[in-house]
């Protein structure tokens, strides 16, 4: 069993940054990935970012490459999702998930439907965005 807490969300208005973190207990370790997914208004939960167990490797969705830093701290069970420059289109809830399975990795890197059933979910943090 693996619980996550994420913090961090808030209300800015466009161009501002938002850092988010996600703490992970229980039984997880290195061979977790992790990633951040988001939930827009209406919308159908995506992906944002993934990072990959033991290499560390990041990937992104292509809306948020150049503004959006995925990072894991140094004991691997807390990650975080620095986001700059802001769109009120990232208005969303933000959730963090970790799976031994690549099924995470593969949403992004195969652009194949995420399937929540795989892994381990938080109960997600707001962002609000305004213009």
């Known amino acids: 069993q693996v619980t996550l807490y994420e913090s961090g969300g808030g209300s800015v208005q466009a161009g501002g940054s938002l850092r988010l973190s996600c703490e992970a207990y229980g039984d997880i370790d290195s061979t977790y990935h992790m990633g951040w997914f988001r939930q827009r208004p209406g919308k159908l939960i995506e992906a944002v970012a993934v990072i990959e167990s033991f290499t560390g490797t990041a990937y992104y969705v292509e809306s948020v490459k150049g503004r959006f830093t995925i990072s894991k701290d140094s004991t691997e069970y807390t990650l975080f999702l620095v986001m700059n420059n802001l769109k009120p289109d990232d208005t969303a809830m933000y959730f963090c998930?970790?799976?031994?399975?690549?099924?995470?990795?593969?949403?992004?890197?195969?652009?194949?439907?995420?399937?929540?059933?795989?892994?381990?979910w938080g109960r997600g943090t707001q962002v609000t965005v305004s213009s």
């Open positions: 998930a970790a799976a031994r399975s690549a099924h995470l990795l593969e949403v992004i890197t195969k652009h194949i439907p995420l399937d929540r059933h795989f892994g381990n």
